[in-house]
């Protein structure tokens, strides 16, 4: 990340993002869809940030996708009206929400894999002025939320298709990562027995960064969600999907402790870094150091681990660290600090916390 006063005088532990990185990544990516004939929906959860949700849309994306309610009415309430909530709306608190986002939205559409849901959506919508559009969730691998099979995406079709204030439009799948010729032969069978009951499937949504540069070879797919592709990570990394230089954001911490050989001590733990692995050793990649493990963490604290025969820091040294999984980190975070030519803007990560 490029040296400045200004970069130099943030405090330590932060998130600090470079701009030109993210432009680059919105913009291949967009340039890949765009060549293939895919709508790019990307998942805002990543970055929780209104501003970058609107540059992914002006670069070309269809619209954007939201995990929950909150995120999405925090973008909405920033502009963004094309939003895709992929996640079973339960309870009638959250469904009046929903109904309220719904009617001032140009196009909000949900997901759902079970007839509760279902039921529960239809009496929300039974009296508005235009259909709630629907997608059914397929499990074809991941193993999360989703109908198992093509039989039961169908049948969840038709009870959406036969209840008030409702309108199937698709399906929508979360797959493991190299799943993608079990999501075509899912997709297509369904496909096929809702074309026999003059069921209309015109959205068949997947996604996952991992396989971004593979959806071209789902041909019945028509739109694609991601999110980590504007930030990356070093999981991603891991895969070949990116390179360090394609990572925009790094955590910028500092060493506050060499108490032995072999060991230093950053002032980034759990509440920065987070714990996730994803399959990983360690918990991120210190930029220029690969000799150096993120070992361990506690809450604040991060202890860094090196041949004891290496003097690679010296205490006060600021070093930046890519984090395992980059989406959790900006959860984590009130603010990031973003920088283009040396200069520094911090912004607010808007979305963080909207859990519910």
Not at 22 to 33: G, M, S
Not at 220 to 234: L, P
């Amino acid at each position: 990340m490029a040296q400045s006063p200004q970069y130099s005088e943030l405090d330590t532990p932060c998130a600090v993002v470079n701009l030109d990185v993210v432009d680059r990544n919105i913009d291949t990516y967009q340039a890949y869809c765009d060549k293939h004939g895919i709508g790019l929906r990307p998942h805002i959860k990543t970055h929780k940030i209104p501003a970058f949700a609107a540059q992914q849309v002006k670069a070309g994306a269809i619209g954007i996708t939201c995990q929950k309610i909150g995120e999405a009415e925090v973008m909405a309430d920033a502009g963004l009206d094309d939003i895709l909530l992929t996640y079973n709306v339960l309870g009638d608190r959250k469904l009046a929400r929903l109904r309220a986002l719904f009617d001032r939205v140009k196009s909000l559409r949900v997901v759902a894999d079970n007839a509760v849901v279902v039921d529960g959506l239809s009496k929300a919508f039974a009296d508005s002025a235009k259909p709630l559009e629907v997608l059914v969730e397929c499990d074809t691998g991941g193993g999360r939320c989703g109908v198992q099979n093509p039989a039961e995406a169908v049948d969840l079709a038709q009870k959406i298709t036969s209840l008030p204030g409702l309108k199937f439009i698709g399906l929508m799948t979360y797959p493991a990562t190299g799943s993608g010729s079990k999501v075509e032969a899912f997709f297509t069978k369904a496909m096929a027995e809702l074309e026999t009951l003059g069921i209309n499937c015109p959205v068949r949504s997947s996604g996952g960064t991992p396989d971004m540069w593979l959806a071209h070879e789902v041909p019945s797919v028509t739109e694609h969600r991601i999110g980590t592709y504007i930030y990356n990570d070093r999981s991603l990394m891991a895969k070949g999907v990116c390179k360090e230089d394609d990572c925009a954001l790094r955590v910028l911490t500092e060493i506050v402790s060499l108490p032995a050989p072999g060991r230093a001590i950053i002032d980034a733990g759990s509440k920065v870094l987070t714990s996730d692995l994803l399959g990983l050793e360690g918990y991120g990649y210190v930029v220029g150091h690969p000799e150096v493990a993120v070992k361990a963490l506690s809450e604040e604290h991060g202890i860094l681990q090196f041949d004891p025969t290496l003097k690679p820091f010296e205490i006060g040294q600021r070093i930046e660290v890519i984090p395992n999984h980059v989406c959790v980190v900006s959860n984590m975070l009130d603010q990031v600090h973003l920088v283009r030519d040396g200069d520094v803007e911090t912004v607010e990560v808007a979305a963080r916390g909207c859990v519910l």
